[in-house]
């Protein structure tokens, strides 16, 4: 059985530093070494270095993440949190329970795949509610679970820090 070789991962950094080998022989370096690069090289330039988009950093639990997102797309999903904090609302006041929709939340930008659920059903107030953040790219893919109030915090100060 034969077993397929690790690439060597590659972290690009900006600062204007000589890197140092980890070890003295090239022979000897793990194939998992990670690199560091004074400039970027043979990376493609992504669009979203030409959109100039910001990354805009989701917390999610103890955890930060950052993705590149544009305005429209924060506009957007904070559309699709709002639709969701109406049906939260007219979920209170309803008499009779009944089954309400999902919020879906769906965008690849950059080439990495960015979606947000929530079940309305699954919590009794709009300040129980979880949602669930899946953000994927060809090499990674990350699934977390977070407070729907700390969404839509991280995302309301991105579009005022955007605007």
């Known amino acids: 059985m034969a077993m397929a070789m690790a690439q060597p991962i590659a972290v690009v950094s900006t600062s ?3 890197p140092r080998p980890f070890t003295s022989s090239p022979a000897a370096a793990s194939p998992l070494q990670i690199r560091l690069c004074p400039t970027p090289r043979r990376l493609p330039l992504c669009r979203a270095q030409t959109k100039a988009m910001a990354p805009i950093t989701f917390h999610i639990g103890e955890t930060s993440l950052s993705i590149p997102f544009s305005l429209d797309s ?3 999903l904070s559309a699709a949190i709002a639709d969701l904090l109406t049906t939260f609302r007219e ?5 009779r329970p009944r ?3 999902n919020m879906e939340y769906r965008q690849i930008e950059d080439g990495v ?3 947000v659920f929530c079940n309305p ?3 009794a107030t709009a300040f129980q509610a979880k949602y669930l953040v899946t953000i994927n790219d060809d090499k990674l893919r990350i699934a977390s679970e977070g407070q729907l109030s700390a969404l839509k ?3 309301d100060q991105y579009i005022d820090s955007q605007s």
């Open 113 to 115: 795949f960015f979606e």
């Open 153 to 155: 915090s991280d995302l």
């Open 99 to 101: 089954r309400w929709d």
């Open 16 to 18: 204007f530093f000589t």
């Open 74 to 76: 924060a506009k957007g």
């Open 121 to 123: 059903n699954a919590h």
């Open 91 to 95: 979920k209170e006041k309803a008499e």
